[in-house]
């Protein structure tokens, strides 16, 4: 014990406080250190995000250029390949002349030379002096210049400079390869360790690069250091202070200034001998880092600076609005824009510079779309096949996440973005279960986390949204049902309150939207008869069966609640009379906006600007009258009316007035860059689409639906056709209109409507398949039209209207186009007093359904009319004779072209150079001309997918127009013709674009079997038991070209082939007046190419024509009696003798040993009717007609499709005219 004397004794009671002291400070320093962690964590994700998008981008880009730059080498390879073909072709031009004079030369000094030999033995010397004085004629023996032949001769110099130019940009290309991939590894997310000591930190300054944006990277890194070790000086010194002075001090902490100035001036000076500019380091700590989407801070619209277009067609202009689906304000500061939707389209438009940004990548309609709190991302998504997800980037307008297939199973309705953006929820549309699914799309993953399927009991669930305060609750709503999600893990449970008219006594309505509120205790859910349903959470949980439980019903008002949401501690309403409602948590009213005008109101969303002071804003309805601050807002409706209302609520900014329904009509000015559009609501605009701006525009209240417009040729008049048969026109300019010019001759819509090229008639086309005749006549000095007949020319439906001009007297002419094939011209001179005279009247097609039609461009000395039929053919008639002159492959791009129109010449390119707009079901495009069926030499671009109705050129050929019927948008498309070129010139040249249409290629069974047919058609013309020795051509008589299309498979009726042997026959007639007999093998490919089948023989136009002929079983089957079928064949349509029949299903049923002749000639059949009767059912149904008389395979069910299911996919027809 001794030994331990002097020592102080500490109780277990007060060690216990120390240490409990430092266990509560350990405590501290663990909490600070998770925080640290996770917000490292948090930072680390932010920059995986961002090195993904900066890559997206980069890789963007990098395609961009480097397509650029093959394509500029494909032009320097061009350029180099026209001087060595022009320079062969000069060379050889001039050899091959030289080649000729020699030879005739030679041919007379030989001639000479004979007579030299006969000379002697004349006997007769007068006649021997005058043939010597002939022949040694001294300019007789004048002789060509010496030809001295280039015996070295060879592109080899060319082959060098060319390998040596190939080398160069090899090494080149290799050198910045390099370079490009130490920049590209130099790229990390994370960085390196940042230095512990003195040693360390000087070799990292030792690296810095030269440049000066790596320098400020390094930079950044080296203020990182300097703080910390600020930090840890800081905490080296309060440590040595509480050794030195004991805990007593250890509370008395230096400033902040003082230690940091300390701690930098010991890290950065040792010895007197080394220092480092602290302040030039600490210049860049608040920089971010550079990336694609992290180094944009704001909305920043693209510069209207034009660049060069690497497509024939360019979305430029969207006009309309999907007035069903919200509008956004991104921005509201210095710049005013919103956000909207126009079909397949979202469109962020800035309002202050009256730009846009189109986000184009859907491929069906946008269904439904969200913004993140922070307005930074955007996502889009749609309904149809191969639906998509869109995640946007609205800073950079760059797409940064595409989801695919999300919902299989008919798209999505509903979508919404967590509170911090990092979750995405998506709602599938209607099905046997509706889907709802969470995805984390900031990560890699194809899969959502959680997915749920909801029942068919509880509604469509058309609106969805996260709670603000947790991310694990969400919320739904379907008419019917309010929905209560919980996300536990990779789970997703939900709870569905039933609330019934019961639950109140009273009358609930549908639900419309619902919204969180109160930090999530609370939530609204809005009705249709004005009514607010409050919920309240349970404390016990899902146990009780929902999370939720329905509070009270609060009768807010009598007008519909269209929109609920809700703004700082403001519960935000929008409802069916167009009025915003403004409360507080405990439903009283606050402040409204009523005094606006306008209808029911579609979206709310506020700004992200907070307004600064209260002076100037409204006073509430509270008996306080406290100043109503609140954020700019941004109003839509369902009638497409989209406002700003500023935050003193008294200034009231229309932004956007458009369609709010189907917008069918869509017309361009001929010498003006104006173009009018028209839709059902009645609302005519004319826009000058160079200005962007309104010049005018007309409400047609009475009867309001506009079908269809056309300006005349001196853009004076415009014409409108309205839905109830009524005419109207309207002065070019102001949109206005006389007492008399509004016409009402037809009851039924009218569909076209064209003038003549010198203005004084009108014709407009109506559903009741009639054309009406108008007349501009002169009365008292006015022009005023005037009606002047009208004729029920069609007996189905009129496809197009147009006016020409005579090529003798230069007077209009007038002809229409219908579904009936018939193409009908009108005499317009012998018209008038109320009657429309028919001049004459084609039927152009036998199986065919005309589409439209145009003038064809005068390219050579004659004129045609062009057309265009369901079958993806385009046809050249002659103007006069109405004979078909050429058969071409038209576009094949999903549906057929429903509309041509000739581009106007271009000034600025080949004056001789034309081109064409069309327009399919929901696509337009460009071709080039002269049409020869190469289709390389067309493209087209998706417009609008629920169906284009109208289409416009402008005046000078730059701009397209489209209109979306439907979609309630019309679309203006940027022409680029030296992209189409550019497009044209890639798919090959010559005979290489027919090549690829046929199954194989030119290497190819077909193309060989073409050749072996082509030879063996020689050999019929020249007898098959011939012994004379054969003459092989390369041409092929016109008469065999049946007989070899035949043999590859194609079965033209026997009008096609005159259409055919015409075209050839006529070819040249023109130019040289003679008649072709004979084919080559270039143009019978493509004559094989453009006249057979685009899509080849369908399964169900047999069905359609077996239950057009025969008659039903009684069980669904139809069938054709035997007898009725051999009648058919021989009496209607291009009836077939019996002998054709026989020898026919001969073949088709393998009676016939020979399967045919190898000659022209007959056979000899001993009995035809026994043949028929034996081999031939008594009735005939689809399968025996498929696969026993035809044999081709069929399944079960496709046999079993109903005559129901095929009508619908085919063109109306006469059933009286059906061919064989």
């Not at 690497?310 to 430029?316: D, G, S, Y």
Request: proline share 4%; glycine share 6%.
């Amino acid at each position: 014990m001794d030994e331990h004397n002097g020592h102080k004794t500490i109780s277990a009671a007060a060690e216990r406080a120390e240490k409990q002291t430092q266990l509560a400070e350990t405590k501290r320093k663990l909490q600070q250190s998770i925080q640290e962690r996770e917000l490292e964590l948090k930072d680390l994700r932010k920059t995986v995000v961002m090195l993904k998008s900066s890559a997206q981008a980069a890789m963007g880009d990098c395609e961009r250029m480097f397509t650029e730059m093959i394509e500029c080498i494909e032009r320097r390879r061009s350029e180099v390949k026209r001087l060595i073909e022009a320079q062969e072709k000069t060379e050889v031009t001039q050899a091959e002349e030289l080649v000729k004079q020699l030879e005739q030369r030679i041919a007379e000094l030989k001639r000479r030379d004979a007579e030299l030999d006969l000379l002697p033995h004349t006997e007769d010397h007068i006649n021997f002096l005058k043939r010597f004085q002939s022949v040694s004629s001294s300019d007789e023996y004048k002789d060509l210049p010496r030809v001295v032949v280039n015996e070295t001769l060879s592109f080899e110099d060319v082959m060098r400079s060319v390998s040596a130019l190939k080398q160069q940009v090899e090494d080149f290309c290799k050198q910045e390869v390099i370079k490009i991939s130490k920049e590209v590894i130099s790229i990390r997310a994370i960085l390196p360790p940042e230095p512990k000591t003195r040693g360390e930190f000087l070799l990292s300054t030792e690296r810095l690069p030269s440049e000066p944006s790596k320098r400020e990277q390094h930079y950044q890194q080296i203020a990182v250091c300097c703080k910390i070790a600020t930090s840890l000086r800081r905490y080296v010194m309060s440590y040595a202070n509480d050794c030195q002075k004991g805990s007593s001090d250890a509370s008395i902490p230096r400033s902040d200034e003082q230690q940091s100035k300390h701690a930098e001036a010991n890290f950065g000076v040792q010895n007197g001998t080394e220092n480092l500019d602290a302040d030039q380091a600490l210049k860049s700590v608040s920089q971010e880092l550079d990336s694609h989407v992290y180094s944009a801070t704001s909305i920043v619209l693209p510069s209207q600076q034009k660049a060069t277009k690497t497509h024939p067609l360019t979305l430029n202009w969207a006009f309309g609005i999907n007035s069903m689906l919200p509008v956004f304000c991104l921005q509201d500061d210095e710049c005013l824009v919103i956000l909207y939707v126009c079909a397949h389209v979202a469109v962020m438009y800035d309002h202050t510079t009256n730009t846009q940004h189109l986000l184009q990548g859907h491929c069906s309609p946008i269904s439904c779309v969200c913004v993140s709190k922070d307005r930074r991302w955007l996502v889009t998504a749609d309904k149809g096949q191969d639906s998509l997800v869109i995640v946007w980037d609205t800073y950079t307008c760059i797409p940064v996440r595409t989801l695919f297939d999300c919902h299989p199973e008919g798209g999505t309705v509903a979508l919404a973005l967590s509170h911090d953006s990092k979750h995405l929820v998506s709602v599938g549309a209607a099905g046997v279960q509706q889907r709802v699914c969470i995805w984390d799309w900031t990560s890699e993953s194809e899969s959502p986390l959680c997915v749920t399927e909801l029942p068919q009991e509880f509604g469509t669930q058309k609106h969805i949204l996260f709670n603000p305060n947790d991310n694990t609750q969400l919320l739904s709503t379907s008419d019917s049902r309010v929905l209560f999600y919980t996300m536990e893990g990779a789970t997703l449970q939900y709870s569905a309150p039933e609330i019934s008219d019961k639950t109140f006594n009273k009358a609930v309505g549908a639900f419309t939207q619902s919204v969180f509120h109160s930090g999530g205790a609370q939530a609204f859910s809005a009705t249709s008869l004005g009514n607010l349903l409050m919920w309240t959470q349970r404390t016990e949980g899902m146990d009780t069966g929902s999370s939720y439980a329905a509070l009270k019903l609060v009768p807010l008002q009598e007008d519909a609640i269209t929109v609920l949401t809700q703004i700082d501690s403001y519960i935000v309403i929008g409802d069916s009379r167009g009025h915003v409602k403004f409360y507080d948590s405990r439903m009283k009213l606050i402040s409204h906006y009523s005094d606006f005008n306008l209808d029911s109101i579609s979206s709310l969303s506020f700004g992200t600007t907070v307004p600064n002071g209260h002076t100037g804003h409204p006073r509430d309805c509270t008996l306080a009258a406290r100043p109503f601050v609140i954020q700019n807002l941004v109003i839509s409706t369902h009638t497409a009316v989209v406002v700003h209302v500023t935050s003193q609520g008294s200034v009231v900014q229309t932004l956007l007035k458009e369609h709010a329904d189907s917008l069918q009509a869509v017309a361009c000015h001929p010498r003006q860059p104006v173009v009018a559009m028209a839709s059902n609501s009645g609302i005519l605009k004319v826009w000058d689409y160079e200005q962007r701006k309104l010049v005018c525009s007309r409400l047609f209240q009475k009867d309001p639906q506009i079908q269809c417009l056309a300006y005349d040729p001196y853009g004076v008049y415009l014409a409108v056709g309205l839905a109830n048969g009524v005419v109207c026109v309207l002065d070019g300019c102001s949109l206005h209109s006389e007492d008399g010019d509004s016409f009402s001759y037809s009851s039924d819509s009218i569909t076209h409507m064209a003038f003549s090229h010198d203005s004084h008639y009108l014709a407009a086309a109506d559903d009741g398949k009639a054309v009406t005749l108008f007349h501009l006549c002169s009365e008292e000095g006015v022009q005023r039209w005037r009606y002047q007949g009208r004729h029920h020319s069609h007996y189905m439906p009129i496809r197009d209207l147009l006016f020409g001009e005579q090529l003798d007297t230069g007077l209009p002419r007038l002809l229409s186009l219908g579904e009936d094939r018939r193409l009908v011209e009108y005499d317009l001179q012998a018209s008038g007093d109320d009657r429309l005279v028919i001049l004459s009247a084609e039927r152009i097609e036998q199986s065919g359904v005309p589409m439209c039609m145009t003038w064809y461009p005068p390219l050579n000395t004659e004129h045609f009319l062009l057309t265009a039929s369901h079958l993806y053919k385009m046809k050249l008639y002659n103007s006069t004779t109405k004979m078909c002159r050429k058969t071409l492959l038209g576009p094949c791009f999903g549906s057929p072209v429903r509309k041509m129109m000739l581009l106007p010449r271009n000034n600025d390119g080949d004056p001789n150079a034309r081109y064409m707009a069309y327009i399919t079901t929901d696509k337009v495009g460009l071709q080039i001309l002269p049409l020869d069926g190469n289709p390389h030499r067309c493209s087209a671009q998706l417009c609008h997918p629920s169906g284009v109705s109208s289409l416009a050129v402008s005046h000078e050929g730059r701009y397209a127009f489209t209109a979306g019927g439907a979609d309630c948008t019309a679309f203006c498309w940027e022409i680029s013709l030296s992209a189409l070129e550019a497009a044209a010139a890639l798919g090959g040249k010559d005979l290489d674009p027919f090549y690829s249409l046929l199954e194989g290629g030119r290497d190819g069974q077909l193309f060989r079997e073409m050749e072996d047919y082509f030879y063996y058609s020689q050999l019929r013309t020249q007898g098959i038991d011939s012994m004379q020795m054969r003459q092989v051509s390369t041409h092929i008589p016109l008469a065999e070209v049946p007989f070899v299309m035949r043999a590859l498979g194609f079965y033209p009726t026997e009008q096609e082939l005159e259409d055919m042997q015409n075209e050839v026959k006529f070819s040249r007639y023109a130019e040289t007046g003679q008649y072709v007999t004979h084919v080559d093998l270039p143009e019978f490919i493509r004559l094989f190419v453009n006249h057979r089948p685009a899509l080849g023989l369908r399964l169900h136009e047999l069905q359609w024509a077996i239950s057009v002929l025969g008659q039903s079983d009684g069980t669904g089957d139809t069938q054709i009696p035997r007898d009725l079928l051999m009648e058919l064949l021989q009496a209607r349509g291009e009836h077939m003798t019996e002998e054709e029949l026989a020898e026919c299903f001969s073949t088709l049923l393998g009676v016939s040993s020979e399967g045919g002749r190898s000659e022209a000639g007959s056979m000899h059949w001993p009995d035809k009717e026994t043949l028929l009767d034996t081999e031939i059912p008594e009735e005939i149904t689809l399968e025996t007609f498929v696969k026993g008389i035809l044999g081709f395979p069929l399944s079960n069910q496709e046999a079993s499709i109903s005559s129901s299911d095929i009508s619908s996919l085919l063109p109306p027809k006469d059933t009286n005219e059906v061919q064989s």
